[in-house]
């Protein structure tokens, strides 16, 4: 199975900061990757795909690069809505693998 | 789009359950499914795929051999078939539309919790 690694596990910031969530994976994914929002006791909501291409709806504040092994989240100006988990997945391959998730709290 | 999961419940240590995922707002026989559920506290984990048709199947090896994927597309079903339940693999499980376009998951239903407890 692909490991997903994510870090940091947890991040403090304030509003209006630059966040940076970075991702690696076990083996080269090309850009089958996509990250996800999740906000406590609701479900994950799609934010990236493709490692790069935002999912209708989603604020332009949040941005996805990376290929290969190594992928980023960068979120330009964190906002009050913002502070949630963040999780990452490969699907590269069939069989699913998530990071182990960043939580990103008020600083 | 909406994925309505129901069927979680407190069960024994070995014993079995049947969750259920309802879909509507799509043509729910054009899109490949997954569960993926989420232990409390912890983060998600991928439990099973099938595909459009159902004939291509895949598991976690976590599950593999206990739990079985199915889908009823007259329905616009999806199930899991959980036996011999552990006590780790109480969660909420999730079932999410794989986008079909290689872009993700990208419709998630609210969850129903699983307690596998004595």
């Known amino acids: 199975d692909i490991q997903m690694t994510q870090s940091p596990s947890t991040l403090s910031a304030s509003v209006g900061d630059r966040v940076t969530i970075t991702c690696r994976a076990s083996?080269?994914?090309?850009?089958?990757l996509a990250w996800y929002q999740q906000k406590p006791g609701k479900a994950p909501k799609l934010l990236i795909y493709?490692?790069?291409s935002l999912e209708n709806g989603v604020p332009s504040r949040f941005s996805g690069s990376g290929s290969g092994t190594e992928f980023t989240l960068t979120i330009s100006s964190l906002q009050p809505d913002d502070f949630s988990t963040y999780y990452c997945?490969?699907?590269?391959?069939?069989?699913?693998?998530f990071g182990g998730g960043t939580k990103v709290e008020i600083k | 789009v909406q994925l309505v999961e129901s069927g979680g419940d407190l069960v024994q240590p070995g014993g079995s359950l049947r969750l259920s995922c309802a879909a509507s707002?799509?043509?729910?026989?054009?899109?490949?499914m997954n569960w993926v559920r989420q232990a409390p506290g912890k983060g998600l984990e991928w439990v099973s795929y099938?595909?459009?048709?159902?004939?291509?199947?895949y598991y976690a090896d976590s599950v593999k051999g206990r739990f079985t994927i199915s889908r009823d597309k007259a329905k616009s079903s999806l199930f899991l078939q959980m036996n011999s339940l552990r006590a780790g693999d109480t969660a909420i499980y999730y079932c999410?539309?794989?986008?079909?376009?290689?872009?993700?998951?990208?419709?998630w239903g609210q969850g129903t919790l699983v307690t596998v407890s004595s």
């Open positions: 999410a539309r794989d986008s079909g376009t290689y872009s993700g998951l990208d419709y």
């Open positions: 707002g799509f043509t729910f026989g054009s899109y490949s």
């Open positions: 099938i595909s459009i048709s159902g004939t291509t199947i």
């Open positions: 083996q080269s994914i090309s850009s089958w």
């Open positions: 493709k490692a790069s």
């Open positions: 997945q490969q699907y590269h391959s069939y069989l699913l693998t």
